[in-house]
């Protein structure tokens, strides 16, 4: 089942970069792509889309209010920011009115497909930095850390690399070890940090444990 999306950019540029690769990649469909706050809130509640894509910066109504309207509108909507501002009351504000998760505009196309997907799970996507900024905000205590010592030493290097952004394939090729290998390291971590995304498992991580050295 292809996951529908809508996006919200007012660059023409960036919006038709955007929405022409969702829309070429296989599984997704790119519903319509908007530049405006005003125009998306008469066609997305038409088009039905499971995820909307939303630029927070945008002329006239900006993104936050979009998706507090988009929200009210429709409740099952998914709703991403995708923005250039790594602001944090601005990220707050954005989760505040209904966001699911929040990007920066530099994040590569692959990592915003998965992104996406992790949204459409249920997840809450957000890049390594974002996420720091939401730990810091939050000042977690240090009762995660437990949990996190209990990874095994290969399993801390594969969430320091989920940490800096690396998609599945790539932490497999780095580790020298099968694509299959990584995912049944991935589950372990997640099962031993009791979380359910990977976006959750790496809010812990920034938070409370010690970073794994680089190769």
């Known amino acids: 089942m292809n ?3 809508c996006i919200v950019e007012d660059d023409a540029e960036l919006r038709a970069s955007i929405s022409g690769y969702i829309d070429a990649s296989p599984g997704f469909t790119c519903l319509g792509a908007y530049g405006s706050a005003e125009e998306a ?3 997305i509640p038409q088009e039905k889309p499971k995820i909307a894509v939303v630029d927070i910066n945008l002329p006239g109504m900006n993104g936050i209010q979009c998706v507090k309207k988009l929200t009210e509108l429709l409740p099952g909507l998914q709703i991403m920011m995708l923005t250039v501002y790594e602001d944090t009351n601005q990220i707050f504000d954005a989760l505040a009115a209904g966001a699911s998760g929040y990007l920066l505009k530099s994040t590569r196309p692959e990592k915003l497909l998965e992104a996406i997907r992790e949204t459409h799970r249920g997840g809450s996507p957000m890049t390594s ?4 900024k939401v730990v810091q905000a939050f000042k977690p205590t240090a009762s995660a850390a437990p949990l996190v010592n209990h990874l095994s030493a290969r399993e801390q290097e594969v969430l320091d690399l989920l940490s ?6 790539e932490i497999a090729s780095q580790m020298g070890l099968g694509l299959g290998t990584i995912r049944t390291y991935i589950q372990r971590i997640y099962e031993k940090l009791h979380v359910q995304c990977r ?3 790496v809010v812990k991580y920034l938070g409370s444990a010690p970073q794994v050295p680089r190769r």
Not at 129 to 132: E, G, T
Request: hydrophobic content about 35%; cysteine-free.
């Open 129 to 132: 930095h974002i996420a720091r």
């Open 41 to 43: 809130l008469v066609s």
């Open 199 to 201: 976006t959750d498992a």
């Open 3 to 5: 996951i529908t999306v």
């Open 164 to 169: 800096q952004g690396y998609p599945y394939k």
